[in-house]
């Protein structure tokens, strides 16, 4: 038995044993306290399996494309495996290390995470008018945070959307939390209810579509991309989460086109032109899209999703 976090969980082994299921391999989400993702391996001598059809995985994971779904099931069986075997401690972190050890938390928090469809954070990105998900996505009921607003110094826990940051290589780097609150489904009342954990920098949370376009659409917050993605579902996608980070992104070597999807305000217009200004030199063509209001996800709400597909596809003719 291996978690993620390094640590038994004795609620969930226990109930392991108490089914009398026969030893198969499985991938399950851990649903108790304990934090981490659950890997029994098969018995060498045994024939048996249980499987998953791709296409209830694919329903699952609201992914948009097959090919999202076979690279997360990879990610799942093993392809990039967490270690077992926890570095020594040291008293005193460089700051690489310390980098280091937040990107070790955030895959551990994104791989708690279960699947977004028919949860609070579904509800949450439907009342945005958003429809496209994808593995990208998890949903976790219980989340640790700190407020400052309470005046208190002590831990707190709320349901939170979780998003996967990746690099060029798919290497998870970062996890982003955005708090929710259970009774209305809205973004919840902290003072810092979007965080995130381990390396954004050149980094962002990225959504493929069923196309190998070299095109790319690459936008600041992930409601605000995600409004993009909703209205050009066959766009690939890229949430750099801020506007200093959307200056910040590095694309991969294969893009050829980068649609900037800015905020329409001072922020958008300074990331847009440091993003334009770094590729500058480099073979990748870039272009702007500009909401009328002050960002996409206004866009979608006010005009709808017909009308804001419209005008992007205006846009990206003209």
Same mark, same amino acid.
């Given at each position: 038995m291996l978690w993620s976090t390094r640590q038994e969980?004795?609620?969930?082994?226990?109930?392991? !044993?108490?089914t009398g299921l026969p030893s198969v391999r499985l991938i399950a989400f851990c649903r108790c306290s304990y934090v981490g993702l659950l890997i029994? !391996?098969?018995?060498? !001598? *045994? @024939? +048996?399996?249980? @499987?998953?059809?791709? #296409? &209830? &995985?694919?329903?699952?994971?609201?992914? %948009? *494309?097959? =090919?999202?779904?076979? %690279?997360e099931a990879q990610h799942f069986l093993g392809i990039a495996p967490i270690s077992a075997n926890p570095a020594p401690r040291r008293t005193l972190k460089s700051p690489a290390a310390s980098n280091t050890s937040?990107?070790?938390?955030?895959? +551990?928090l994104y791989a708690a995470g279960g699947p977004v469809l028919g949860t609070l954070a579904a509800a949450y990105l439907h009342q945005r008018g958003i429809a496209r998900f994808g593995p990208a996505l998890r949903y976790h009921p219980r989340v640790y945070f700190r407020d400052a607003d309470t005046?208190? #110094? &002590?831990?707190?826990?709320?349901? /939170?959307?979780? /998003? +996967?940051? @990746? #690099? $060029? !290589?798919? $290497?998870?780097t970062g996890c982003a939390r955005t708090y929710l609150d259970p009774n209305t489904g809205r973004i919840a009342n902290l003072s810092s209810p979007k965080r995130i954990l381990g390396q954004l920098h050149g980094n962002a949370v990225r959504f493929w579509s069923a196309s190998d376009s070299a095109d790319l659409i690459v936008g600041e917050g992930l409601e605000n991309t995600l *409004?993009?993605?909703?209205?050009?579902? #066959?766009? $690939?996608l890229a949430s750099?989460? @801020?506007?200093t980070h959307l200056g910040l992104f590095i694309p991969a070597s294969d893009i050829k086109r980068i649609w900037i999807a800015r905020d329409n305000d001072a922020a958008g217009e300074r990331?847009? $032109?440091?993003? *334009? /200004? =770094?590729l500058g030199s480099s073979s990748i063509e870039c272009r702007r899209l500009v909401p009328k209001l002050g960002d996409f996800n206004e866009d979608l709400l006010a005009f709808g999703k017909d009308r804001l597909r419209n005008a992007?596809?205006? /846009?990206? =003719?003209?």
């Open positions: 969980c004795p609620p969930c082994r226990i109930g392991r !044993q108490r029994e !391996q098969l018995p060498r !001598q *045994s @024939t +048996k399996f249980r @499987t998953v059809p791709i #296409d &209830l &995985l694919h329903a699952k994971l609201g992914s %948009t *494309s097959l =090919k999202e779904t076979i %690279t937040r990107m070790v938390f955030a895959r +551990k005046g208190r #110094d &002590l831990p707190s826990y709320a349901p /939170a959307l979780l /998003a +996967k940051i @990746t #690099d $060029n !290589q798919g $290497n998870i *409004s993009v993605g909703t209205t050009l579902p #066959d766009f $690939n750099c989460l @801020t506007a990331a847009a $032109n440091t993003l *334009s /200004a =770094k992007l596809l205006a /846009a990206m =003719k003209g």
